[in-house]
């Protein structure tokens, strides 16, 4: 199973940014996919999660309103579509498959390696 995260980057306070997730290895279709971000000394968190149909999300409150998770089953990917960002957002951000939309990292069983992304303010 591989999990490739893009899209990382450097933005200003206020900018965008859309990660991407390519699975493969995995029936995509069958597993729930999710989005954490750890920041330097913090622990890993959750940010956003996506049900198999994608016709259930689950948003951390620092995401509500403002992130946006999508996925494509026939492409294998999902999608984190970052808007007003701030600088509490910098982190470095991981995609995870797991059977159910859950909050806790201990329920993801495949990762990816994670893409930074910074935000000036």
């Known amino acids: 199973v591989q999990l490739v995260e893009s899209g990382g980057g450097l933005v200003q306070a206020g900018g965008s940014l859309r990660l991407s997730c390519a699975a493969s290895?995995?029936?995509?279709?069958?597993?729930?996919m999710a989005w954490f971000r750890q920041a330097p000394g913090k622990e890993r968190e959750f940010v956003a999660a996506?049900?198999?149909?994608?016709?259930?999300?689950r948003y951390a409150d620092s995401a509500e309103g403002r992130f946006t998770i999508s996925r494509d089953n026939a492409k294998n990917t999902v999608y984190l579509q970052m808007n007003s960002l701030k600088p509490e957002d910098t982190a470095v951000y991981y995609c995870?498959?797991?059977?159910?939309?859950?909050?806790?990292?201990?329920?993801?069983?495949?990762w990816g390696q994670g893409t930074q992304v910074t935000v000036s303010s």
């Open positions: 995870a498959a797991g059977f159910l939309t859950m909050t806790s990292a201990d329920s993801y069983g495949y």
């Open positions: 290895g995995l029936t995509f279709g069958t597993y729930a």
């Open positions: 996506i049900s198999r149909g994608s016709g259930s999300t």
